[in-house]
């Protein structure tokens, strides 16, 4: 089911509207997982993430700027957009970690089934995303790394995880 209703929605596209397909959304602003996470490390918390679960990381900031270039561009088709590289929800939480000087037992992995009946949708193991035609057509949003990088340089900065 994961994904069906998205799918559903593009076949009612015509060839010539662009659809965009994205993942793991995370902005300076607002609830996310990496808020969350710098959050647990800054109080001296430790966190427990999957590591068993591949996906990709969108920054918001990169997510606009691939936007407007696709309003502009209007390519037709889908397209995929997100930040370089594949990672989990534990390499992310130990980066994080990592850049706010924590050991490395800030961040413990896990796997889905340790979750228990706490997941609102079951996930497949692999949903990163390919954004080769997206890089090679325009280019490529930044590594996931520099973007979360970003996001906790930000957050610090302006104060305010909400």
Request: glycine share 10%; with cysteine.
């Amino acid at each position: 089911m994961y994904g069906a209703s998205k799918r559903e929605g593009e076949l009612h596209c015509e060839g010539d509207d662009t659809v965009v397909r994205t993942s793991w959304v995370m902005g300076v602003r607002g609830k996310n997982v990496v808020h969350v996470i710098a959050d647990r490390a800054v109080s001296g918390a430790a966190v427990r993430f999957v590591d068993d679960q591949m996906g990709t990381v969108t920054a918001s900031s990169d997510l606009a700027r691939a936007l407007a270039t696709l309003v502009r561009a209007r390519p037709g088709g889908v397209w995929h957009v997100a930040n370089s590289g594949a990672t989990t929800w534990f390499t992310i939480a130990a980066y994080v970690g990592t850049l706010l000087n924590r050991g490395e037992d800030f961040a413990t992995p896990i796997s889905s089934s340790e979750l228990g009946g706490s997941q609102v949708a079951i996930r497949p193991a692999r949903s990163d995303l390919s954004t080769e035609k997206f890089a090679a057509a325009f280019s490529a949003l930044p590594p996931w790394r520099d973007s979360v990088s970003r996001l906790v340089i930000d957050r610090d900065r302006l104060g305010d995880s909400t």
